[in-house]
């Protein structure tokens, strides 16, 4: 169902009607997740910029990686607790509980990740996002080292570091322009 | 001149050869700018990658918009500042100092914005800008309605927030791998 | 039903059997609740200890005061996302969904209670919470005059500098202990 | 004596004429300390209030424990440090310099706790006070092991834990409600 | 009295025998405060640096100033609580306790110098104090215009900013050396 | 050349006529440096000031010492970008531009001391500067150590604190009064 609320606290519409490919793209969101994530409809007043953030959103998410889709989303919810950003913290939370089939893991992440029963190989990457969420400019090569020495390659560090680069970005554009989630995320996998 | 060097403390070996079309880019770099910047040899090792990062990079930084060209370099320099990010200091600075044609205030920018003789919409554009970067979880409608007062828009205010958000990506992502910048920016526009 | 795992990492079995009136207090807790918090099975190695503190407890959030049980509830929430808590966020938070009917409150006041649509005189009161568990030394009269101006009374005050408090304490001992949660919180109220 | 000024900054007076166990307690105060200590008075506007709080300060403060009762009056003052609470120090570094006979020491630990020559016991009980009280969110396993490694067994770790965590209260209410500590401390034991 | 100790960590004995001028201003140390503080001895292995440090000491100091002496000691007190520096906080806490003949006083300076009832002039001194001490980059023109409005000349913030950035320098010294402070301080001035 | 804008945002003549002795030491200056630095000017309101400071600043900054002329320089640079002292930052990073005879160990400086590669004396030198500037308090026998390991003597360790300390100082004098640095600086040794 799209949300008919505006998605975040600027006076933005989407561009209407939306070119054929766009809407297909939104027609696939809801037939895949039952509604058009708000981000993308923030992005929607200009398609240029909508397609660039979904590119490289897709590509980072979704794309073949090192990384498992649950460690790309439990990245997300680590960097985005840290910022606390309530968008990405509602989006994400919920993406981790329906990969993990793990609601308590979507909790403890949301809330201190220090706290989760991780084996060291996750622990390590997620320590990694947010040491260079909090203090990128104090990483030394001694950081990247502990990743390899956890079974990471350098690609995917590289992965690690552009997911967790990439949420740095998102919390701010959306608490900068209070984008709200979608009701729909608060009760999904529970 | 493309740099002999690798961009970054990762393996990440470019593709080679690159596809036709990412070496007419590289071309086009080295014809414009004298290099290749090392931020896209260091993407190059995947190019689906390197073109999600450029389209977005270029959609921010060169696409039509209520803020100048100058006006985003500046922003990039103050959240680059706040984050310590080397890589992005020296490439950006660069940039405030070409295009300002005022190397002191690409200096300012580096060191301490608050000491620059901004007029109030580029102080207001800094402001917001580095809160987003310190504390975006505190933003309120107070930070937008300032501004708004300062005569932004809300379309401005996206761009200030979406430029600002993507230096806080890359500030990590570079820091992160200790990406290092082209010899050749240190001396620009001095 | 009781948790069979220890309720922390230490190892301090509780008194068995447990005095008549502890066990009386814990069959009410699982008739009522359904379970027997952990954190009074972490205190029930020593019952002076655990009397003191479900004394306290009891007084603080359930005695007749100028602020709901509810009200209470955030502030425990508030508190325990800034010290970032996961004992107290998830059965704090459980307790903010059930007694507002508001899972999503819950939520915003877990991950960052500044975007929650409240009225100015709980707002007041959770800045002013917020306030005390951040930089308690720098609390003026004009903190406690932004108090009475939304309606609060000092008695109200006194109520929620000790609930906000409180929670300042436990969070330590939670996370100091590595106290979990019970697994019943997690589902509950969604 | 008893003081005549108010002891914080709201309008609580005391309940009048106290309830014969409460003037019979304050009258041992007197007796004892040459004082009722103005948390007392502050407390006594509700007896129920006053009561969890004795009962609990008594039982953290001077029941049996591995922690003397200068250990415990150490953590009150380190933990008062750090959020730099007037009341607290006042109170609890008088109780110190009294109860070790060193004034010296009572003021290293007023003013850096770091400088005070202690043995590595002491050392590493007031070093998890203080990281609990900057940083329980990051308190893991290693915190607990350093000090079993110091010689504590898991109920001491406990009573660290609750006093310190104490004192993270205390330090609040009485910054909240600015608490003002009786004259007659700041010369005691000098 | 001569203390026998070495006044800091550092192994750097005095010049002996001490050039006459030099024995001669340590003698009237001894004459006027009944010791030679310990940072001259710390600063007496090399006679040129010594020289340099008490001339600019005495000239922030003791020279005329807009600032009486006592507020020097009193900036010199909030700087160095704000440092957490053991040796200025004894040395110049004493100062403060001596010049003001309020002991009381002296503690809340050490202790937190926002509870102390000052008059709204120092007050403003030594916010601008602990704010350069705090966040120097952040100072504006509207810093110094508080200070203007409050009754200072642009000759007293030229001394109210050195004093306090000389503690600034002085904490740091004494703190890295583990300067520590003469004995006689502690009970002085009680 | 003498600049002719105020050297502060204070109104502070300077001295009218010099005395001779100043004037000299202004023209030499000129002659060797070609500018009085702006530092100069703003202390030349008072002479004894102005003799207490230069006497502290040659002395630290260019008498023998085990420190090099140019690793002093480095200290001064790296204190400064941690407190964003927009004056000093010009000055040193140049002085550190022409003593080294390489621009982009200045830039590396100012912008993030940590990507510069030092040697491990030079590094251990900076991480101590570093380390006494953002959290003295902490300073312990074993950073002492680290420096004695990492080759420097007592008498060095005096002065990486004396230095590091001296720019505490100066940092906030000149963020406190808004000093501006000398056009000339900018396009020194790029």
């Not at 708000?38 to 910029?49: G, M, S, T, W």
């Not at 329906?98 to 060291?120: C, I, T, W």
């Not at 502990?146 to 690690?160: E, Y």
């Not at 979608?182 to 529970?190: E, I, P």
């Amino acid at each position: 169902m799209v949300d008919e609320h505006p998605p975040t606290a600027l006076d933005l519409p989407m561009v209407d009607p939306l070119p054929e490919a766009t809407q297909k793209y939104f027609d696939i969101c809801v037939e895949k997740l039952g509604m058009v994530p708000n981000v993308l409809r923030a992005y929607a007043f200009d398609i240029d910029k909508l397609d660039a953030f979904t590119a490289m959103y897709n590509n980072l998410m979704l794309a073949p990686s090192g990384l498992s889709k649950l460690e790309r989303e439990m990245i997300a919810v680590v960097v985005s607790a840290i910022n606390r950003c309530f968008y990405c913290l509602v989006a994400h939370g919920a993406a981790v509980r329906a990969l993990s089939g793990d609601p308590k893991l979507g909790e403890m992440l949301v809330m201190n990740y220090r706290v989760a029963p991780l084996d060291p190989r996750q622990r390590a990457m997620l320590d990694f996002a947010a040491r260079i969420t909090e203090s990128s400019a104090a990483v030394s090569e001694a950081d990247r080292q502990a990743l390899r020495d956890a079974g990471f390659s350098d690609r995917d560090i590289w992965d690690i570091a552009n997911v967790a680069g990439f949420f740095n970005m998102t919390n701010r554009v959306a608490s900068a322009t209070a984008m709200r989630p979608n009701d729909d995320y608060h009760a999904q996998a529970r």
